[in-house]
């Protein structure tokens, strides 16, 4: 089965704060993504990458940064947090061939005070 | 911009029934459109995918359908049980090679009550 991990179940940081988000997945997949999900606005997808040091901005990238430096983790970096950040975080893989099946981890719930 | 629609955010039903959800999508018809569950406070996880050229699939009480005329699938759970309450996502591929992204709908919450 495939595993994706994420660093942090839950999290609380001040406005301001630089917050690093961390997710790995253990099979060998291609491709990986950070979404936010909030209530009534569904998935939206902030940066995948589909190669080591690659990186393409997805729906909403604005305050956000991301990290690839090995194939098997990706990093979501908030540069600083701000309240309207507090959402929960989802990190997905695939393998990176059609259909493109995404698997999940069980995602940060973040809130920033 | 390719689209997918959950047209109901929830959806209540009797243990035993059949629910039945739609997701209808925009545009051209994707090459295969996937299911999703989602439990509260979990991350999405992938049920069933459906080719553009298969008309049903099936697995276990699920089973999805993919109508190209009407641009939409219809995903169905029989013998609904109260482990079956979920949010369920819709999603399709993206478009040309190298796309690697799934565009999600929002999602249909289903309680099945006992």
């Known amino acids: 089965d495939v595993k994706v991990t994420q660093s942090s179940r839950y999290l609380v940081k001040r406005t301001g704060e630089k917050v690093f988000l961390e997710c790995v997945q253990d099979?060998?997949?291609?491709?990986m993504f950070w979404y936010r999900q909030d209530p009534g606005l569904g998935l939206r997808l902030i940066y995948f990458?589909?190669?080591?040091?690659?990186?393409e901005k997805g729906d909403i990238p604005e305050g956000y940064s991301v990290s690839r430096e090995k194939k098997e983790r990706f990093s979501l970096i908030l540069e600083s947090a701000s309240t309207n950040q507090t959402s929960m975080y989802l990190c997905?893989?695939?393998?990176?061939?059609?259909?493109?099946?995404?698997?999940f981890g069980p995602g940060t719930r973040l809130l920033v005070l | 911009s390719q689209k997918i629609e959950q047209n109901s955010e929830a959806l209540n039903i009797q243990e035993g029934k059949t629910a039945t959800l739609t997701c209808n999508y925009t545009n051209y018809s994707p090459a295969y459109l996937q299911w999703y569950r989602q439990d509260p406070g979990r991350g999405p996880v992938f049920l069933l995918l459906i080719r553009e050229n298969e008309k049903e699939k099936r697995k276990e009480r699920l089973k999805v359908t993919f109508d190209t005329t009407l641009k939409q699938s219809l995903f169905h759970i029989t013998a609904s049980q109260p482990a079956d309450s979920a949010t369920y996502l819709c999603?399709?591929?993206?478009?040309?090679?190298?796309?690697?992204?799934?565009?999600f709908g929002k999602g249909t919450k289903l309680s099945v009550i006992p």
């Open positions: 990458s589909y190669d080591v040091k690659m990186k």
């Open positions: 999603a399709r591929g993206g478009s040309g090679a190298g796309s690697y992204q799934l565009t």
């Open positions: 997905a893989s695939s393998l990176g061939v059609p259909p493109e099946t995404q698997y």
């Open positions: 099979m060998d997949h291609e491709n």
